[in-house]
Structures are given as structure tokens and as C-alpha cells.
């Protein structure tokens, strides 16, 4: 999301959050203010190939939401550009759907973060999910 201020909503949210915490109060209408803000706010997603800093497909939308879901056409585009062997990305992009299609059907090797949730919760259950935790847990990716 691009910010409007030199802040971030994230931090300020946040913030806000623990201050509410230490006086013991909730203010709905400030929350429903910052929700019509962010539901304003800019989001871009892009795939870039990164040693020539070429953007190689864009999504434009406002508001918040699951990075995950523009994965597969951003990748699409991507790869219709040029040939792709790997795609970096973060963790908003981590559905193990992703994960699948990307090696399955367009024989891409993703590198994305598996996110597992709550703290204490169990690993990722899907089989890439897993995998991409135990490879990244080992560190460097040296072989397949």
C-alpha cells in the first residue's frame, strides 16, 4: 500500500492498539475512520525481474485484502514476458495453491516464505507449504 503520510497505517494502528490496551478503552469510531481510509488507499502489486529492475506485470487496486489471489495472473504475465525459472516473493503470497501451480503447471521454483499462522500453531499442511519451511529453515536453496 502506498501511505499518504510518513507513518505507516500499520504502525499507527498498532500503536493505537496499545495504547487503548494500557487505558483499558475501545474507540469503534476512530476504527471506523481508519477503515474508510484504507479502503482508499492505493495497493500495487508487481512482478519484476530483478536484475534488470524490468516490471514485468502490475496489478492496480485500492483498498485492503489477500495478496494471494493476484499471484497467479501476475505470474502469468509474467511469464508470458519472458521465460521464468524462479519467483521470489513474500509471505501474502504464500496459499500452497500458489505454491502448486507455479511448479506443477508452469514448472517455476517459488521461493516463498510458508507462514504458519498463530504462534505455537502446528507447520503449513500443504506438502509445498512444507517444504518451502523445511528448505528455508536449512538455509541457502542450493539444490532442488
Excluded: W
Amino acid at each position: 500500500m502506498f501511505e499518504s503520510h510518513h507513518v505507516s497505517r500499520h504502525y499507527e494502528k498498532r500503536r493505537q492498539q496499545s495504547l487503548n490496551r494500557k487505558r483499558g478503552c475501545y474507540t469503534p469510531a476512530a476504527n471506523q475512520r481508519r477503515a474508510r481510509i484504507l479502503k482508499r488507499l492505493l495497493k500495487i502489486a508487481l512482478a519484476v525481474h530483478a536484475a534488470s529492475h524490468l516490471i514485468l506485470a502490475a496489478d492496480a487496486s485500492t483498498g485492503t485484502g489477500a495478496d494471494g489471489k493476484l499471484f497467479l495472473p501476475l505470474l502469468l504475465d509474467a511469464a508470458r514476458q519472458m521465460p521464468l525459472e524462479f519467483v521470489l516473493a513474500d509471505a501474502g503470497f504464500d496459499p500452497e495453491n500458489n505454491h502448486r501451480l507455479a511448479r506443477q503447471e508452469l514448472g517455476i521454483r517459488p521461493l516463498i516464505p510458508a507462514t504458519i499462522g498463530r504462534p505455537g500453531g502446528h507447520g503449513p499442511k500443504g506438502y509445498y507449504r512444507r517444504l518451502m519451511r523445511q528448505r528455508l529453515k536449512r538455509g541457502p536453496d542450493k539444490d532442488h
